[in-house]
């Protein structure tokens, strides 16, 4: 049945899913709820072309629609019903915005003369996510008319663009139904005739014609002025990867790779970017530039003349730092129409990609005059610096939190996503993550930086692709173990990696770690749980990891189906001590 005409809201509804099936849409999140039951039956309808699953949880529920449109490249739809139920889609809607994720949440309201005179389960949804949605609006209510049942298939077909062009992001309509809302038949008659009238009247095929699934693209220019003259004159130029979650991550990487070749610049490579996992494309990673640059003598001499930076700045404080005490020229490749300098130098933003800019690139006259000996600096400061911390790493027994992130680069099966939580897990990757031809895919949210979501974005990434991990530390997953109620819905695999150090390692690295009261119960807050209970409370499979040779052999391979958590359990002191005195001396002997 491709439309309902029971009622006018089944109608209405099956209308908006049979809209988004034909554009393309592959899998919704449905919260339990009664204003939504309209769409929950509609979209249930679309199986098996459209996924629809079960979560209980809203928040949740839309930060696992966030980690599948991250996987998958494609809006995910997440639904639920009226009142606070949507605020809870709140934190995912600030990520997505921030994080460029094409995500259409679709709440259900009270109709009009509902609100406004507390009716039960009914709150003002109207710009609910104030600015951050793409775009958002509040639909007519439900109709048979031919002319509106027309402007409901293209407010959809505007709603699936608007959250992938010009910038991915999220996109909310506010759906108002009156009852009934159950997919029984209209009690009133002229509702009645009119479904009986449209039923006989309505061509499927034909309503639907004008529908594509071409996917929107950014607009691109006939020319653009590409400053390749001016980058071959430099002298001093580096490439910075930057933060990146590409859908075509061997197309990226070779894209800055050819780059890279052209104009004879080093490329920084952010640990969550994927370039450092296709490290045989290019010869010219510089993976520990955080840790050269604590050297202050060379962190002078390699200062640049020119910057191309590729996507969002990394995370390190040092490179960044660096970058403005330098105030070197500084081009920004991304297609997006956002500002992607939180430090406010001397920008310039090409709105392209890079392997547009490369395509576009192709075929003109080029004779770089790039230093040679500059190159050569960077290169043999990478060689020493990164020689030192994995002969470091390697002697390190006891279960030290930085070199999980530096055994999963060089353990995990091929291609593997890897989902790498905030916090201490986001940095240690960046300060250890070794560069190989692994092709593992990094995944994360760091357009808020935030905890929330943790597990569920994961599960969602991980949700019928290869099996996944994912690096968390204990409060990231605390703060999302209602994520573990989605196990029965989930296809496929997840390794949990936990960092168990009993709180909030990364305030350990702050100042205010010196300040104790209040330090320990209002910043660290250490929450005391035994891991292996909360498994089990969940169904959930658990280990207790005790040597880095039992994490290895637990790495490769992975199972193809279900969770696991592997627990390291951690001192949290005593890594950030370890960190204190050791990241400042892997490039102190260089300069």
């Known amino acids: 049945m491709v439309i309902d005409f029971r009622n006018i ?37 679309q199986s098996p072309d459209i996924e629809a699953i079960s979560i209980l949880d809203e928040r949740s529920a839309a930060f696992f629609a966030l980690g599948q449109a991250k996987a998958t490249g494609r809006p995910t739809v997440v639904i639920c019903t009226s009142g606070t139920a949507g605020a809870n889609f709140y934190p995912a809607v600030i990520e997505a915005k921030e994080s460029r994720v094409p995500l259409l949440l679709f709440t259900t309201d009270r109709p009009p003369e509902l609100r406004d005179c507390h009716s039960g389960q009914t709150i003002n949804q109207l710009k609910l996510y ?20 027309a402007y409901l298939r293209q407010t959809m077909i505007h709603a699936w663009e608007r959250s992938q062009t010009p910038v991915p992001g999220p996109v909310h309509l506010n759906f108002p139904f009156r009852d009934p809302l159950a997919p029984i038949p209209d009690v009133e008659m002229l509702h009645t005739t009119s479904l009986q009238l449209l039923q006989s009247e309505f061509d499927t095929e034909d309503f639907f014609s004008g529908i594509t699934t071409i996917s929107p693209s950014v607009y691109l220019p006939n020319s653009l002025n590409l400053p390749f003259q001016q980058w071959l004159k430099t002298q001093r130029g580096i490439i910075i990867a930057g933060v990146a979650q590409p859908r075509k991550p061997q197309e990226y990487c070779r894209a800055i790779a050819q780059l890279c070749e052209t104009l004879k610049f080093p490329v920084l490579a952010e640990g969550l970017s994927p370039v450092r996992n296709y ?12 840790l050269i640059l604590r050297n202050q003598e060379l962190a002078k001499q390699l200062a640049p003349e020119v910057v191309i930076q590729i996507g969002e700045i990394p995370t390190s404080k040092d490179l960044r730092n660096w970058l403005t005490s330098t105030q070197a020229q500084r081009w920004i ?4 129409d ?5 430090l406010h130098g001397k920008t310039i933003h090409l709105r392209i990609s890079v392997e547009e800019l490369g395509r576009l690139g192709a075929g003109k006259e080029i004779t770089p005059s790039s230093s040679c000996e500059y190159l050569q600096l960077w ?9 030192s911390v994995d002969e470091t790493l390697t002697t390190i027994e006891e279960l030290f939190e930085g070199k999980a ?40 949210n760091r357009g808020a930086n935030g905890i929330d979501g943790t597990l569920s974005t994961a599960l969602g990434i991980a949700h019928r692709q290869q099996s996944s991990v994912m690096l968390t530390g204990d409060l990231a997953l605390l703060h999302d173990t209602n994520g573990f109620l ?32 209040p330090f320990e119960e209002f910043f660290a807050t250490p929450q005391d749980i035994d891991f292996a209970q909360l498994s089990a409370t969940y169904g959930v499979e658990h280990e207790l990891i005790t040597s880095w040779k039992q994490l290895l052999s637990r790495l490769n391979s992975l199972p193809s189906k279900g969770i696991r958590v592997l627990e390291l359990r951690t001192n949290r002191k005593a890594d950030a001590k370890w960190r204190k005195e050791n990241l400042g001396q892997f490039a102190a002997d260089l300069a």
């Open 9 to 45: 809201n089944t109608v209405w509804a099956s209308i908006a899913a049979q809209t988004l099936k034909r554009l393309g849409l592959t899998c919704v999140v449905i919260c339990p709820g009664s204003r939504s039951t309209s769409l929950a039956v509609a979209f249930a309808q």
């Open 130 to 149: 104030g600015n951050y949605p793409n775009w958002q609006t509040e639909l007519a209510i439900p109709s048979v008319d031919m002319g509106m049942l």
């Open 279 to 290: 490290a045989d494309q290019n010869p010219y990673i510089i993976s520990t530039y955080d």
């Open 333 to 336: 490749i991304d297609p997006s």
């Open 338 to 342: 956002q500002n992607l300098d939180p």
């Open 379 to 387: 290169s043999t400061a990478e060689a020493k610096v990164r020689a």
């Open 405 to 444: 992130a530096w055994l999963l680069s060089q353990t995990l099966p091929p291609r593997t996503p890897i989902f790498i939580a905030n916090s201490m897990p986001v940095r240690d990757v960046e300060f250890f993550w070794k560069p190989t031809h692994s092709q593992v895919q990094p995944f994360f």
């Open 486 to 517: 989605i196990r029965n819905k989930f296809v496929g695999h997840l390794t949990i990696v936990l960092i168990n150090n009993n709180g909030g390692g990364i305030f350990e690295m702050l100042s205010i770690s010196k300040f104790e009261p």
